[in-house]
């Protein structure tokens, strides 16, 4: 597939296809996300990507460090009782991670499949605009969690 899509493109191009079928890794995925209807079942307990998915937007690994937060968290306030501490971290979790999947879904526009759209994607994300878009996007995740002080209430 990819020797395809590359096919007849100058450039490295050809030097990188013809090293393709050696390499000893490769990284190949689709952008995608599925939707986990429910992220504990018993003692189990989804967490992170795995869970929520926020990847593209650029926020998988604040997000996963703030689920790890959460769950910590609920677990000692449930003195360790499960039934109690995994509802209860889902529910933190699927306000605050709902708030950015339904913000980032950006594939298309990172990944554009033309031309065309690999031009405007390149040239907005050169703009001061859309630069300081993505920084208050981030920003706003360290700074409006609206987390418990878990330690002070345990
Ligand atoms: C190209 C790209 C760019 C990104 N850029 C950013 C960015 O700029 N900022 C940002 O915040 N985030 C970014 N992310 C997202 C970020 O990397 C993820 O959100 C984050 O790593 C998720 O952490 P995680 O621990 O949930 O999952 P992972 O980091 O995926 O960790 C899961 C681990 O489980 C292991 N594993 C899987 N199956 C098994 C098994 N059966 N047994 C044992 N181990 C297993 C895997 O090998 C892996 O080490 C990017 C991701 C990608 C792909």
Same mark, same amino acid.
């Given at each position: 597939m990819i020797a395809d899509a590359f096919a007849g493109l100058g450039w490295h191009v050809p030097r990188l296809l013809a090293g393709l079928r050696a390499a000893p890794e490769l990284y190949f995925d689709a952008i995608a996300r599925a939707g986990v &209807?429910?992220?504990?079942a018993g003692r189990a307990v989804l967490l992170g990507d795995a869970a929520w998915g926020v990847t593209l937007g650029g926020m998988g690994v604040g997000t996963g460090l703030v689920g790890a937060y959460v769950l910590a968290g609920e677990l000692a306030l449930a003195g360790g009782d499960h039934r109690v501490a995994l509802p209860a971290y889902e529910r933190r979790m699927r306000a605050y991670a709902g708030r950015w999947q339904r913000g980032a879904s950006p594939g298309r526009f990172l990944a554009p499949a033309s031309g065309w759209g690999l031009w405007l994607r390149d040239r907005l994300l050169a703009t001061r605009p859309v630069q300081s878009l993505l920084v208050r996007g981030t920003g706003s995740l360290a700074t409006e969690? *609206?987390? &418990? *002080?878990y330690a002070a209430r345990v």
């Open positions: &209807p429910c992220w504990h969690a *609206d987390l &418990p *002080d």
